[in-house]
């Protein structure tokens, strides 16, 4: 498989137009008990933008991901999805949802059965496609990549970067109008890292509407629009990579990224 994080330029993926805004949080509130996860927080995510949301851990960044397709409830404030807001329960939520891909730190994929068949699951019962569309479907995209002739296998004979390549086919195999990553790469092996890498940065070079929550600040160079930090549940600060990295104006940022950029 071609090696699209390093032959992409950042030109490539970040001068591409972005179009108005897909998802909008505003003045979100979270609490776990008496910890303050989410502290008024408001973010616009554009069509066509890729999003990096970084920060230290326990900062709030993946609960911030987590509320957009309503894994988490929020205690106040507004999620909108392509002008509609996030609905409580119900059909509408999965028919919300259904618009959101959603990729986990940790694959969730279903081990008793096969690539295909993990890929083809949602569109099927979810959306009605027939068995044979949805099939091609999901091997155009097992291509796209790079995982094809492992199609039949189940995911626990696959490595932990083929195994989050599938789960990004399945998240695109329903069509969202928004992919969200939270940290993707966490669980990987070093040399697992870039092949997952690759498949995202092709995503934002066609054009995904993308939020990614990840410590790949390669990542973040070379594929972002726009750099999010949060720290203590806030948006600190928010710029494009270069800006970001090489100017940071908040004193958390710059801290932060002494002490990741030293090592």
Do not use: W, Y
Request: charged letters at 25%.
């Amino acid at each position: 498989m071609a090696d699209l994080a390093e032959n992409a330029s950042p030109a490539a993926v970040t001068d591409r137009p972005v179009g108005g805004p897909l998802v909008v949080l505003s003045g979100v509130e979270k609490h776990f008990g008496p910890l303050h996860v989410l502290q008024h927080v408001d973010l616009t995510v554009h069509r066509g933008e890729v999003v990096v949301v970084i920060g230290p851990s326990g900062s709030g960044k993946s609960t911030l991901c987590r509320t957009i397709n309503r894994l988490e409830t929020i205690d106040s404030g507004t999620i909108t999805i392509d002008g509609r807001e996030l609905p409580a329960e119900g059909r509408d939520l999965a028919r919300l949802r259904a618009d959101v891909g959603m990729v986990f730190q940790s694959f969730n994929l279903f081990a008793h059965k096969t690539v295909l068949e993990n890929v083809t699951l949602g569109p099927v019962r979810a959306k009605g496609v027939k068995r044979s569309v949805a099939k091609d479907r999901a091997m155009e995209l097992l291509r796209r990549v790079g995982v094809a002739d492992q199609a039949h296998k189940l995911p626990a004979q696959l490595s932990g970067g083929q195994q989050q390549r599938v789960a990004i086919a399945r998240a695109l195999a329903m069509d969202p109008k928004v992919m969200l990553f939270d940290e993707p790469t966490s669980a990987l092996d070093p040399e697992m890292i870039n092949e997952v890498l690759d498949v995202m940065v092709g995503l934002a070079r066609e054009g995904m509407t993308m939020l990614v929550v990840t410590h790949e600040m390669g990542f973040a160079r070379r594929a972002a629009h726009r750099v999010v930090f949060m720290d203590g549940g806030q948006v600190v600060e928010e710029a494009d990579p270069e800006t970001f990295f090489t100017a940071p104006t908040s004193t958390r940022a710059r801290d932060f990224l002494s002490k990741i950029l030293t090592h």
